[in-house]
């Protein structure tokens, strides 16, 4: 019975743990804070935030990897919630100004509702940018689905460079300790198969 319990506990740590590193991908996680030479770790042409769960947490991570030289030019995608305010988007770009962040290194895309949205948007935006290289933030358990549809979007000719919000509070390590933790991995883990047949359009 104990070998039984102990069996059981660790497949559940290891799966807990699966599934959080499965959702977060962090492909800037062996660099240092600034771009470098180091393979992966190269600058890219621009940061996209996409807006959603805690919008302000996500675009204050675009903001810290645009002031320590990671791109150029600063995207943020989102609509508003309700039609009477500004958008996700605007209000985005307004936090970025008010970090030091000049206006004209911001482009943002006031009419995405949905992840695959943001992906299509962003496109249309920077197709005279000339973009080969794009860092993709978002929260934690929303990082996979958003890089699988920005990679469909984008296709081969644009590397995607997924990289979470950190400090996100819809998404503390011990997520899996909270119903609204399970809430978003479950519902991620079936957006995500979503995806991968074609079904988020």
Known sequence: MIKFIITFFLVAILGIVAIGAYLSPDDLAKCNDTPSQKSGCEKADAIVAVSGGNTPVRTAEAIRLFKSGWANKLIFSGAAQDANSPSNA???????????????????????????????????LIKNYGITRLIVVTSPYHQRRAGLEFKDIFGPGVVIINHPAKDDPD????????????????????????VHAGETR
């Open 171 to 194: 998404w503390p390590w011990y997520w899996w300790a909270t119903p609204r933790g399970w809430w978003l991995a479950i519902g991620e883990l079936v957006k995500v198969g979503a």
């Open 90 to 124: 605007l209000v985005m770009k307004q936090q970025a100004i008010a970090n030091g962040v000049p206006a004209s290194d911001i482009i943002i895309d006031q009419s995405s509702r949905t992840t695959h949205q943001n992906a299509e948007r962003t496109d249309e």
